[in-house]
Every structure is written in structure tokens, then in C-alpha cells.
């Protein structure tokens, strides 16, 4: 059964930084590619960026450029997702999710975690 699991959301003040982290479990995301999507009350689940096979960052949500990066350990199976310089439009449920390429199209996706919730204090 492949799960992606993830967590690190929480509180955070405007302009801090969080570290949100997506484990996967029952086969091997090494190097595949893994997309981060966010979900605030009363919108649609977008993307934000997605970490192609070469681990080259693809950026879908232009208000994240210069503060939010992914990387991934291969050895841990994880991906992570810093944000940085938070602001209190950032607040929204995030997820992971994987597929064979990277797409800014949330119904590419078929694995997708349970999501975490980040909320930012103004």
C-alpha cells in the first residue's frame, strides 16, 4: 500500500519559517517526482512547486518564488518543503502528492497524503 504522510504544519507568525516534510512508505519515491499543493478554506487545492526526477525545483505559485523550496532525501524517502518568510495569505491545509512528471494540474496527481495544516499569525 503506498502512503505519503505529512507533517511539520503548525502555528507560525508572520515571517517566520516552517519545515513541512512528506514521508513515503510501501515502494520507493526516490527521485521521483513529488508536488506540494495547498488547500485554504472556501478555495481550491493549488500548486505551489513541484521537485522534478533531477531535483530541479518547479515553481507553480508565483507568491512563493524566493521563499519556499523543496528538496528530498533519498536515503529517508522524504521530501521536505521549506517556507520561508511566511505570510498570513501562506495559511492553508498542504499536501504532497506524487506522479510521473511534475504538473501544475492537482488531477495529474494520484498519490496524494492526508495533508497538514499551517496557519499564519498576522
Known amino acids: 500500500q503506498v502512503q505519503l504522510v505529512e507533517s511539520g504544519g503548525g502555528l507560525v507568525q508572520a515571517g517566520g519559517s516552517l519545515r513541512l516534510s512528506c514521508a513515503a512508505s510501501g515502494r520507493t519515491f526516490s527521485g521521483l517526482p513529488m508536488g506540494w499543493f495547498r488547500q485554504a478554506p472556501g478555495k481550491e487545492r493549488e500548486a505551489v512547486l513541484c521537485i522534478s526526477t533531477t531535483d530541479r525545483n518547479i515553481y507553480y505559485a508565483e507568491s512563493v518564488k524566493g521563499r519556499f523550496t523543496i528538496s528530498r532525501d533519498k536515503g529517508k524517502n522524504t521530501v521536505y518543503l521549506q517556507m520561508n518568510s511566511l505570510k498570513p495569505e501562506d495559511a492553508a491545509n498542504y499536501y504532497c502528492?506524487?506522479?510521473?512528471?511534475?504538473?501544475?494540474?492537482?488531477?495529474?496527481?494520484?498519490?496524494w497524503g492526508q495533508g497538514t495544516q499551517v496557519t499564519v499569525s498576522s
Open positions: 502528492a506524487t506522479n510521473s512528471y511534475c504538473s501544475g494540474s492537482v488531477q495529474r496527481y494520484d498519490v
